[in-house]
């Protein structure tokens, strides 16, 4: 299944939870699912539909598709770890991510595109890959033009969220530095990570 292109907003009215990392934009105006109108009777879920709106809001959130997921939930099952809390940290980890949480682009789609684009650079280097994983200690920052851009200037002025503990920002530098490994209380929309868990562990072994 291939990452979702189509409006955001849709996607946030569908599982019912505004996604920082997705939009900018809120659902308030229409909270109810797209073809509901408000006051109209929800059918309750089954598990399995509770299940699936939980890991629908990672995968929107993160903007990655399910074969992608499934690579990570692997992962994720075989580490020592609580499953739910390592995939979480791994998704945390993405660089197109940590650019968002950062302050360096609005969302996650917007810090993607300043990856693919080349303007990243991970202790000194560049990066192009928006799923490159980054580690406690390296520091991230921006080409002298991508500082320019306008899109990065209003954000790092004013970010889209706040920066989460695990990240170490130096405004004079325009870098940011993982300090440490994200854990599950810095995750900024609600989610039942177990029934993630539990979705996936019909399928994979």
């Given at each position: 299944?291939?990452?979702?292109?189509?409006?955001?907003?849709?996607?946030?009215?569908?599982?019912?939870?505004?996604?920082?990392?997705?939009?900018?934009?809120?659902?308030?105006?229409?909270?109810?699912?797209?073809?509901m109108r408000e006051g109209q009777f929800k059918k309750k879920k089954s598990d399995y539909g509770a299940q699936l709106l939980e890991k629908q809001k990672l995968r929107y959130n993160y903007g990655v598709n399910e074969?992608?997921?499934?690579?990570?939930?692997?992962?994720?099952?075989?580490?020592?770890?609580?499953?739910?809390?390592?995939?979480?940290?791994?998704?945390?980890?993405?660089?197109?991510?940590v650019l968002f949480r950062a302050g360096f682009a609005p969302t996650i789609p917007a810090a993607r595109q300043l990856v693919s684009h080349k303007h990243v650079l991970v202790d000194g280097k560049r990066?192009?890959?928006?799923?490159?994983?980054?580690?406690?200690?390296q520091e991230v920052t921006l080409s002298e033009k991508a500082l320019k851009l306008g899109?990065?200037?209003?954000?790092?002025?004013?970010?889209?969220?706040?920066?989460?503990?695990?990240?170490?920002?130096?405004?004079e530098k325009s870098s940011a530095k993982v300090i440490t490994l994200p854990d599950r209380e810095t995750i900024n929309f609600p989610l039942e990570i177990s029934l993630v868990v539990e979705f996936y562990a019909r399928s994979i072994k």
């Open positions: 299944m291939a990452r979702y292109r189509g409006p955001r907003l849709k996607k946030m009215r569908a599982v019912g939870v505004e996604l920082s990392g997705l939009s900018r934009k809120s659902i308030e105006r229409k909270p109810n699912p797209p073809g074969r992608y997921m499934r690579k990570l939930v692997h992962e994720a099952f075989r580490s020592k770890e609580h499953s739910g809390y390592k995939l979480l940290e791994l998704l945390e980890r993405r660089l197109d991510n990066v192009n890959i928006p799923s490159y994983r980054i580690k406690p200690g899109l990065v200037q209003s954000t790092l002025e004013q970010p889209s969220v706040v920066r989460p503990p695990w990240i170490s920002f130096e405004a």
